[in-house]
């Protein structure tokens, strides 16, 4: 790759970066007015431009919080907005940006990195492994009915989009965060009401009242063609507790002229089918990976969590970021730099796989991602690593 320079984009450049990616992932220019609407999910100095003679390949993040076993928030990047124009890929431009994007996070005290990917191939080799996995499901609204004793839940309100946009980021704000969640911040939200308003049809937002005030919301949009029952697609769904959980579908179930009910990217250990009294009213139509994590600092992303069992020694290798190779002893009691040898050896985007409890150590054993020396190592790294959820980041960017 000849001459490219990555540096940080001036705000005159962003819609440029928008425009490029956008076509990166073919689609045509966003006209003023949505510009206007999404201008804001760019944060000053966290874009990044690739530069020949021309702007060639961008990349961005905006600064969240990531939830991790145990509950400790870590900073995290929000990586996003990845494209190279089209003639000039496969020369190492997303190569250069991401070195320069992790090495500045790394400068900069982000703990960790989190992205969707469009592909599976692209991100391994920059230590990024998949930290959670989703699943979309179809609910058929005749067969689901609920079982004795499904909680009742409360009230639901209805929002228009403009008061969605005032009230639901306070209504997410309430909502306690699982491992694997993040924190959605004002850069995030002009993304999704962006999107909303962009979206064909009646899109609808509701709040869930609990005893403490609003506790979960559901957004969504019904699909309906000649026949008189249509798709309910629901766009985005949280909640606070399993009260909530069960007020809210109740509500999605009451709606008229509904025949399925799709939802995407749930976490997969929720409980949805288990609401029915015949649990093939939710059928799962695919699981797929969701999330995808890099820990830019390892002894600060270890230390955040919480372990179990006996402590084991590590030997970790990152090929980016460099002073995070070494060997650490990992336990409930804490997190250490040692020079022990090693119980088990694994590249760092391995370790961005198990460290949020979204795989078993041992099945990365078995898949030769992780050298362990016998299956008592693997299943001492397993007990090391229980979590109470699966993963699961709910929150698309
Ligand atoms: C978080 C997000 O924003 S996800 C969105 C990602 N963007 C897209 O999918 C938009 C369309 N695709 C693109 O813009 C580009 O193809 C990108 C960004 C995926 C890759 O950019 P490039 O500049 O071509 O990547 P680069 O040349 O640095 O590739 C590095 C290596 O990854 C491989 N690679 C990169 N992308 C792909 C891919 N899509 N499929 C297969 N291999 C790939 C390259 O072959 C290369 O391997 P090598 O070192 O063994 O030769």
């Known amino acids: 790759m000849n001459d490219v320079v990555v540096r940080a984009l001036r705000d005159d450049e962003f819609r440029a970066a928008h425009t490029l990616f956008r076509a990166a992932l073919h689609a045509g220019p966003a006209t003023d007015e949505q510009w206007e609407r999404v201008r804001g999910v760019y944060q000053p100095g966290r874009a990044l431009g690739a530069f020949d003679e021309h702007l060639i390949g961008t990349a961005r993040s905006t600064d969240a919080e990531l939830v991790v076993p145990g509950g400790t928030r870590l900073p995290m990047a929000a990586v996003t907005g990845v494209g190279v124009r089209a003639d000039r890929t496969r020369r190492g431009v997303l190569t250069a940006l991401m070195r320069h994007q992790l090495t500045e996070f790394a400068e900069r005290g982000v703990t960790a990195a989190v992205l969707y990917a469009t592909e599976g191939v692209i991100y391994g080799r920059f230590g990024y ?21 499904v909680p009742e839940g409360g009230e639901v309100e209805l929002l228009t989009v403009d008061e969605a946009e005032r009230r639901l980021p306070d209504v997410y704000a309430r909502i306690p965060l699982r491992p694997g969640m993040m924190t959605r911040t004002e850069r995030w939200w002009p993304g999704m009401f962006s999107h909303l308003r962009q979206s064909e049809g009646n899109v609808v937002t509701v709040v869930h009242h609990g005893t403490d ?37 109740r509500f999605l179930l009451s709606v008229d002229l509904v025949g399925e009910i799709t939802v995407r990217n749930r976490g997969l250990d929720e409980p949805l089918e288990l609401l029915f009294t015949d649990p093939r009213a939710c059928e799962t139509r695919t699981v797929a990976d969701e999330s995808w994590l890099r820990l830019v600092d390892v002894e600060a992303a270890l230390t955040a969590r919480t372990w179990h069992g006996e402590p084991v020694v590590l030997e970790v290798t990152d090929p980016v970021l460099e002073n995070n190779t070494g060997r650490y002893r990992v336990g409930p009691d804490g997190v250490e730099r040692t020079d022990s040898a090693p119980d088990a050896c694994l590249d760092v985007d391995a370790l961005s796989m198990v460290y949020a409890g979204g795989w078993r150590p041992s099945a990365l054993v078995a898949a030769g991602r992780i050298g362990a020396a016998d299956t008592v190592t693997a299943e001492r790294l397993d007990e090391l690593t229980r979590t109470r959820y699966a993963p699961w980041c709910g929150t698309f960017f």
């Open 129 to 149: 492994g998949i930290a959670s996995r989703m699943r979309d499901c179809t609910v058929y609204r005749e067969r689901a009915r609920l079982r004795p004793g």
């Open 213 to 249: 005030g609003p506790d979960g919301f559901a957004v969504y949009r019904v699909d309906r063609d000649s026949g008189m029952s249509g798709t309910m697609n629901v766009i985005d769904l949280h909640y606070a507790d399993a009260s909530a959980f069960a007020g809210l579908w």
